[in-house]
């Protein structure tokens, strides 16, 4: 079975534009969730989805946005980047939102911002 | 707020040493306790996870107790190899199951 992807895995943009990553999560399940992972630092939360409704959100500027599609896939959008923005956003999904629920992690995209 | 404390790195050990990866956390509520493992140029893997006070996670050799009353849940490994080179993350899920905490990572380093 296909395990999450990620796309694209690396991309660069400058300061002030847009990007859209997309994510597909493991077949059966049914929570998405997306992760900033800045160099030397552990995974940050940013968005929880569980059935194409938000569940949680971290501590992100509204310029972070997400959705999940029909088919439980998923779209986190950056607006007008800022060099800080620079890391590997990860995507992992889960068979359930529940406590004992474990993530299952994609490769990330990379993204680098100039 | 939940967060999770984890021993700085890096950790470099020779062949068949014995690990210990400390690891601490604060929580309201019943977390759930994971250990990740990111290998070069992959993704985060579960290595082992805990669900409730005194279970023990276990895998690849690997083990780790949830304690609760020192609020710790370290990662031990009796004989390391070279393979086990990675970096090891420790991870809290919160109680409403919505939320992982991660802690920095733990680089290791195996030498023959």
């Known amino acids: 079975d296909a395990g999450v992807t990620q796309s694209p895995t690396h991309l660069i943009k400058t300061r002030g534009q847009h990007v859209t990553l997309r994510c597909s999560p493991i077949s059966g399940h049914k929570s998405v969730s997306w992760y900033q992972q800045v160099l030397g630092q552990g995974p940050q939360f940013i968005f929880q989805y569980y059935e194409k409704e938000e569940r949680g959100r971290g501590n992100f500027p509204d310029r972070f946005s997400a959705r999940q599609f029909p088919n439980y896939s998923s779209e986190l959008n950056v607006n007008a980047l800022l060099l800080g923005d620079s890391a590997l956003y990860l995507c992992?999904?889960?068979?359930?939102?529940?406590?004992?629920?474990?993530?299952?992690f994609g490769e990330g995209s990379r993204l680098t911002v100039l | 707020g939940d967060s999770v404390t984890q021993m700085e790195g890096p950790v470099t050990l020779s062949e068949e040493a014995f690990l210990t990866i400390n690891c601490t956390y604060t929580a309201t509520g019943y977390p759930s306790l994971f250990w990740y493992v990111q290998y070069p140029g992959e993704g985060l893997q579960l290595l082992l996870k805990?669900?409730?006070?005194?279970d023990k996670g276990s895998n690849k050799g690997f083990e780790a107790t949830y304690r609760k009353e020192t609020t710790s849940f370290h990662l031990e490994k009796g004989s390391v190899q070279v393979s086990d080179s990675a970096v090891y993350f420790c991870?809290?899920?919160?109680?409403?199951?919505?939320?992982?905490?991660f802690g920095t990572g733990t680089s290791l380093t195996v030498i023959p």
């Open positions: 805990a669900t409730k006070a005194d």
């Open positions: 992992a999904s889960s068979f359930t939102a529940g406590r004992a629920g474990e993530l299952f």
């Open positions: 991870a809290l899920k919160d109680g409403t199951g919505n939320q992982f905490y």
